[in-house]
């Protein structure tokens, strides 16, 4: 069973404020991505990663960034929210090997006033 | 990502009913995954298939991967209420990435 975490659930922010949204996983997946969602719409890549120290943008251009320090962690920054920031963002990991199934976390909604 | 297209957008099922979904693309995907997502929740892998031709079961639920490896449906037999939902079709077409569908919304009808 997938065990990857994702912090805050549900987050409502003023417009400038930077925040982080964090992502684990136990899993010692090498590899992790981070989708956005509209609600009901279809998910898009805006970040991945392949391993610790290789970050890469994905098919959605994002303000957001990204880092990749440890093999277990893949936090997501936006450095001053708007609301057009506002979405359902969903982390993902998969093993280095085998077909590519991604596990997701519970996903942050964020809320940009 | 590669453009998927899945069908229908939305349904209403009736408890019992069998339903179908179906994912197809002008691209060749590798694998194909689909995916059932609760509100407020992250998507859960269903299915995966591996190969063109292949069909493969989960419980009530069944899959197969199209042999031209382009399209793939979802069948879900006999269908009880905890069946709504969104569902994802997925495609890999490399080492990293998936392309997801828009999703079908599976409703229970009154």
């Known amino acids: 069973e997938a065990d990857i975490y994702q912090t805050p659930r549900y987050l409502v922010i003023g417009t400038g404020k930077k925040i982080t949204l964090e992502c684990s996983q136990t899993?010692?997946?090498?590899?992790m991505y981070w989708y956005q969602q509209d609600p009901g719409m279809e998910l898009h890549l805006i970040h991945y990663?392949?391993?610790?120290?290789?970050?890469e943008k994905g098919d959605l251009s994002s303000e957001s960034t990204v880092s990749r320090i440890r093999t277990e962690h893949f936090p997501l920054t936006l450095e001053s929210a708007r609301p057009s920031h506002t979405s359902q963002y969903l982390c993902?990991?998969?093993?280095?090997?085998?077909?590519?199934?991604?596990?997701f976390g519970e996903g942050s909604r964020l809320t940009v006033l | 990502g590669q453009q998927l297209n899945q069908s229908p957008q939305s349904m209403f099922i009736q408890e019992g009913e069998d339903v179908s979904m179906n994912c197809t693309s002008s691209?060749?995907?590798?694998?194909w995954l689909w995916y059932k997502q609760d509100p407020g929740e992250g998507p859960v892998l269903l299915i995966a298939?591996?190969?063109?031709?292949e069909l493969t079961s989960n419980g009530r639920l069944t899959a197969q991967f199209g042999i031209t490896r382009k399209d793939s449906f979802l069948n879900i037999s006999a269908s009880i209420p905890s069946d709504v939902g969104i569902y994802f079709c997925a495609g890999r077409y490399n080492d990293y990435k998936l392309s997801f569908g828009a999703g079908t919304t599976v409703t229970v009808r009154a």
């Open positions: 691209s060749i995907f590798n694998t």
């Open positions: 298939l591996y190969k063109a031709g």
């Open positions: 990663s392949y391993g610790v120290n290789s970050t």
């Open positions: 899993m010692g997946h090498d590899k």
């Open positions: 993902a990991s998969s093993p280095r090997q085998g077909p590519g199934e991604l596990f």
